[in-house]
């Protein structure tokens, strides 16, 4: 079956340091893949979405990478900083006008 | 100026009753969904709309019954509510019907708490 998976302990790092979350999926091949950040109590957020042929997206302090051979995308955050602390979803797409959501991650980044 | 709203952001409600979600779109999006955000945080889509047009029915229990009176609303009733239905239901809209290469926007949920 299809599966997403992110780490689903939390991620803490020190204010300045880089953060590096995961994203493996398997039994997919997916056509794009997104990044969404969710604060409590809040909806998700879209930030990032990259295509298959595509390596590598930034956008200010983000940087997305899509390895479709690995199957794994890897959410990179540099300088972070306390207020990026929040949850982090993947979402691939599946096909059929569907976008389908990891789990999530917790970052926390601490001053 | 709230792009997806939804009302109500609390639902405390007892087993077996009837409830209604309303949510509603200001972009002039063309697609909105459900989607249901269980205890573990798992985000599942459960219905989409594409200009009032049904696209996606995912295996939901047939007491979930979206209705879209025109392409700016999307609501949820469910009918004869149960324990399980307690979660955060999230409505979202997008430009398009491209699917995974469409940006969704999202609203600040709907707390159902079934006692």
């Known amino acids: 079956s299809q599966k997403i998976e992110q780490n689903s302990e939390a991620l803490n790092i020190q204010e300045g340091k880089t953060a590096t979350l995961t994203c493996n999926y398997t039994n997919y091949s997916p056509a794009y893949l997104q990044w969404y950040r969710q604060d409590p109590g809040r909806g998700p957020v879209f930030l990032l979405l990259i295509r298959e042929n595509e390596k590598e997206k930034r956008k200010e302090r983000l940087k997305v990478t899509f390895d479709t051979t690995l199957k794994q995308s890897l959410f990179h955050i540099t300088a972070s900083q306390p207020a990026d602390s929040a949850t982090y979803l993947c979402?691939?797409?599946?096909?059929?006008?569907?976008?389908?959501f990891g789990t999530g991650t917790r970052l926390l980044v601490s001053p | 100026d709230t792009a997806v709203s939804q009302t109500p952001k609390y639902l405390v409600t007892q087993m077996g009753n009837d409830k209604s979600i309303k949510c509603e779109q200001n972009?002039?999006?063309?697609?909105m969904y459900w989607y249901k955000q269980d205890s573990k945080k798992f985000l599942k889509i459960m219905f989409s709309?594409?200009?009032?047009?049904?696209?996606i029915n995912e295996t939901v229990p047939n007491r979930f019954s979206p209705k879209s009176p025109d392409k700016a609303h999307l609501n949820l009733h469910i009918n004869s509510l149960e324990l399980g239905d307690s979660a955060v239901y999230f409505c979202?809209?997008?430009?398009?019907?491209?699917?995974?290469?469409?940006?969704?926007?999202f609203g600040p949920g709907t707390r159902l708490l079934v006692l």
């Open positions: 972009l002039g999006h063309d697609t």
């Open positions: 979402a691939l797409d599946r096909g059929f006008q569907k976008l389908v």
């Open positions: 979202a809209s997008s430009a398009g019907l491209a699917g995974g290469q469409e940006t969704q926007y």
């Open positions: 709309y594409n200009n009032k047009e049904l696209i």
